[in-house]
């Protein structure tokens, strides 16, 4: 029987299961609906599905380096005491070495792409689901590339809660790409430097730093200057290289690099959870939940 786009979308809308499983849960039932349900519930992809619509905002961001590539990624579940399940590390050093082994462009490539077992990502992901009894979902992920002339730096907060990824050119030296990854998981920028700002952002900028200028009553003729100035601290706010390093106040960050003959060529921060509903729920019950599973 033919497996038609109208079938699979609606075995996904009844059980959530990925779009490869459930056409090939149909082409082993020959397109019976009901039965190719339980083929998944069977396969353990169906319970991983139930819990498709509970929040995910606790998890861990992880950091995986081989050779020349390396990987940031945020992986989410239910509650922060999963985070130290070994189950769930487990989980998150397969993903960061199968995202450095297949460099997929998105998470929904990568979850479709087979894994060293011959399943796909998806699959393992859903059959921690069903191991550890949480929604897990891989959320995001940056990877980077990098010549011999380049060095990765990376750092972990709190087991994982933010995570940073730096990549520098001019040094061998990974302390100093670390100490950059730390300064990033702290101050949070947003832009390597101001030539990364895009100009309608900055211009963006000005007209609101003038129109503030003139409504403190300050001279036209001095508000010009006073808008630069101001764009100063704007850059210092969101561009890495213009701000106080973390462990040295008194020094730039582009200073610090460049005393090791370094640059930054690129940066990745994850916060889990960042621009996530969060689940409301007592530290009691959340206790009580655990132990009922």
Request: proline share 1%; charged share 30%; aromatic share 6%.
């Amino acid at each position: 029987m033919a497996i038609t786009a109208k079938m699979v979308k609606e075995l996904r809308e009844k059980t959530g299961a990925g779009m490869m499983d459930c056409k090939k849960a149909l082409q082993e039932t020959d397109g019976n609906i009901e039965k190719a349900i339980d083929y998944l519930r069977e396969k353990g992809i169906a319970s991983a599905a139930k819990k498709a619509g509970r929040i995910a905002a606790e998890g861990s961001a992880y950091v995986e380096i081989e050779n020349n590539t390396a990987v940031l990624f945020e992986v989410n579940c239910e509650t922060d005491f999963v985070t130290k399940n070994d189950q769930f590390k487990q989980l998150l050093d397969q993903i960061g070495k199968h995202l450095v082994k297949h460099t997929p462009e998105n998470v929904e490539e990568a979850l479709q792409q087979k894994t060293d077992n011959g399943e796909t990502l998806e699959v393992v992901i859903n059959s921690a689901v069903a191991k550890i009894g949480e929604k897990l979902s891989l959320r995001r992920f940056t990877i980077m590339t990098k010549t011999d002339q380049d060095v990765f730096g990376s750092y972990l907060h709190m087991g994982g809660s933010i995570g940073a990824l730096t990549l520098l050119e001019g040094t061998s030296d990974e302390s100093v790409a670390k100490d950059v990854a730390m300064h990033v998981a702290a101050v949070n920028p947003r832009y390597v430097s101001r030539d990364d700002v895009a100009a309608s952002e900055v211009d963006r900028e000005r007209e609101v730093l003038k129109t503030q200028a003139l409504n403190e009553g300050k001279p036209e003729h001095i508000v010009e200057k006073m808008v630069e100035g101001r764009l100063g601290k704007f850059f210092e706010e969101i561009c890495l290289l213009d701000q106080s390093f973390v462990k040295d106040p008194d020094t730039k960050v582009k200073k610090f690099v460049a005393n090791h003959n370094a640059t930054v060529k690129a940066f990745a921060r994850y916060e889990v959870g960042e621009g996530m509903e969060k689940r409301e729920e007592n530290f009691a019950e959340e206790v009580m939940s655990q132990i009922k599973k």
